[in-house]
C-alpha cells in the first residue's frame, strides 16, 4: 500500500537547520510530485511548493524561496525539506503528500512537529 | 497571493445538508477545474474527500460531492454525521504554478 513516512519531531534553536525527510513506499515515485505542507499553531494549512521526482525541479510557494530547500534521493524514494536560520515563526507541523492531479494530495505523511525555542 | 476565502465556521444537525464555499480570483478557481477539498481532523494528516472540483476518491463515500461556478467552489455534504465534525479547506492550482489553500472552515456537528 503507498505510504509516505516521515522524519520525527525535532527542536532547534533559532537560527539553527533542520532537515526533515518523507520516505514513499508502494508505488512508483518518479512520476508523482511530493508537495510540501506546513501548519502553525492554531493556523490553517499553508503551502510551501513541491518537488519533482521526474526532474527534480522544485518549485516555492510565494515567501518560502531562499531559507526552505526541497531536495531527492530518487534511489531510496525519499524527498526532503531543509529550513535554514530557523524563527520562532517556523514552529509547525510540516506534511509532505503525494499529488495526483494538481493540488490532488491522495496520500500525505503523518506530519512533523518542528519546535523552534531558545 | 492571498488566501482563499471560506467561512470561518459552518453547522448543521444530524441528517442536515451543508455547503461550505471557496472563493478566489480568476487567477485560480475561476482559471482552472483544479480544486480539492480536504477534511482535517487535529493531529491527523488531511483526508483527500474533492478534488478536480467534483471528483470524490475511490471508496469515498457519495455524501460529499463539489462544485464550482466562476471564482467559487462549493462542498456540499449531505446526511451530516457526527464524524464529519472537522475543519475542511479547499485549494486551487494558481496561473503562476503554484498552490493555495482556504483559510479553513471549522465544520460543527450539532
Known amino acids: 500500500q503507498v505510504q509516505l513516512v516521515q522524519s520525527g519531531s525535532e527542536l532547534k534553536k533559532p537560527g539553527a537547520s533542520v532537515r526533515v525527510s518523507c520516505k514513499a513506499s508502494?508505488?512508483?515515485?518518479?512520476?508523482?510530485?511530493i508537495n510540501w505542507m506546513r501548519q502553525a499553531p492554531g493556523r490553517g494549512l499553508e503551502w510551501l511548493g513541491y518537488?519533482?521526482?521526474?526532474?527534480?525541479?522544485?518549485t516555492y510557494g510565494r515567501g518560502f524561496r531562499g531559507r526552505f530547500v526541497f531536495s531527492l534521493d530518487t534511489s531510496v524514494s525519499t524527498a526532503y525539506l531543509q529550513i535554514s536560520s530557523l524563527e520562532a515563526g517556523d514552529t509547525a507541523v510540516y506534511f509532505c503528500?503525494?499529488?495526483?492531479?494538481?493540488?490532488?494530495?491522495?496520500?500525505w505523511g503523518q506530519g512533523t512537529l518542528v519546535t523552534v525555542s531558545s | 497571493q492571498s488566501a482563499l476565502t471560506q467561512p470561518a465556521s459552518v453547522s448543521g444537525s444530524p441528517g442536515q445538508s451543508i455547503t461550505i464555499s471557496c472563493t478566489g480570483t480568476?487567477?485560480?478557481?475561476?482559471?482552472?477545474?483544479?480544486v480539492s477539498w480536504y477534511q482535517h481532523h487535529p493531529g491527523k494528516a488531511p483526508k483527500l474527500m474533492i478534488y478536480?472540483?467534483?471528483n470524490r476518491p475511490s471508496g469515498l463515500s457519495n455524501r460529499f460531492s463539489g462544485s464550482k461556478s466562476g471564482n467559487t467552489a462549493s462542498l456540499t455534504i449531505s446526511g451530516l454525521q457526527a464524524e464529519d465534525e472537522a475543519d475542511y479547506y479547499c485549494?486551487?492550482?494558481?496561473?503562476?504554478?503554484?498552490?493555495?489553500f482556504g483559510g479553513g472552515t471549522k465544520l460543527t456537528v450539532l
Open positions: 478536480d472540483v467534483s
Open positions: 518537488i519533482r521526482p521526474s526532474t527534480g525541479r522544485p
Open positions: 503528500a503525494r499529488d495526483r492531479s494538481y493540488s490532488a494530495y491522495d496520500y
Open positions: 480568476s487567477s485560480d478557481v475561476g482559471a482552472y477545474d483544479y
Open positions: 485549494t486551487s492550482y494558481t496561473n503562476s504554478d503554484t498552490v493555495i
Open positions: 508502494g508505488y512508483n515515485f518518479i512520476p508523482y510530485s
